[in-house]
């Protein structure tokens, strides 16, 4: 059986959720997760928990660079350096281990931000292991990865505790 494209966008609070509970599924039968967070220092609770499993294999980007748009010129170049190394990582990690699913958290926001090359990421996409149930999450998904996808969740704000000026809670955003 093929294996399908999932998307999680939107402006929504629980994309990576979504994600981080597909993985937990397929751990619990015992299959093999790939995770890879682009944009995020990897403190989060659920990776912290998820690292747990013998079934998961978190890959980490070790350099980390603060919010793109604070960065200046110079550390967009290193930065969108990183990403390509670490993109690199993640295809030689998929050919290497064979993981059931690959999270690739934040990749939308890499793709859209350029730090992922497009044309190697639709590549990716295109001819990914036939095999390979993939999950690409973040905001405002363009039709060209949507249209590759069989799944495509929006998550849409209603109402969010931030806007109130509620900062990101420990264990409930984080």
Excluded: N
Excluded at 15 to 42: C, E, I, P
Excluded at 118 to 144: Q, S
């Amino acid at each position: 059986m093929r294996a399908c494209i999932h998307i999680y966008t939107g402006d929504g609070k629980g994309k990576t959720s979504a994600a981080m509970g597909l993985a937990l599924r397929m751990a619990g039968h015992g299959k093999r997760v790939l995770l890879a967070q682009f944009l995020k220092d990897g403190s989060s609770g659920e990776l912290l928990a998820l690292e747990k499993l013998p079934e998961l294999h978190c890959l980490r980007l070790e350099e980390h660079f603060g919010f793109f748009w604070t960065l200046d010129d110079a550390e967009k170049e290193k930065e969108r350096a990183a990403v390509q190394r670490y993109f690199a990582e993640i295809l030689e990690a998929v050919e290497r281990e064979k993981p059931a699913l690959l999270i690739l958290d934040e990749s939308i926001a890499a793709y859209r931000l350029g730090l992922i090359p497009r044309e190697r990421f639709l590549d990716f996409l295109d001819r990914k292991p036939e095999d390979l149930e993939l999950v690409l999450t973040g905001r405002d998904a363009p039709e060209e990865l949507k249209s590759r996808a069989d799944y495509v969740s929006e998550i849409v704000k209603r109402k969010h505790p931030f806007d109130k000026g509620i900062p990101a809670r420990e264990g409930v955003e984080f």
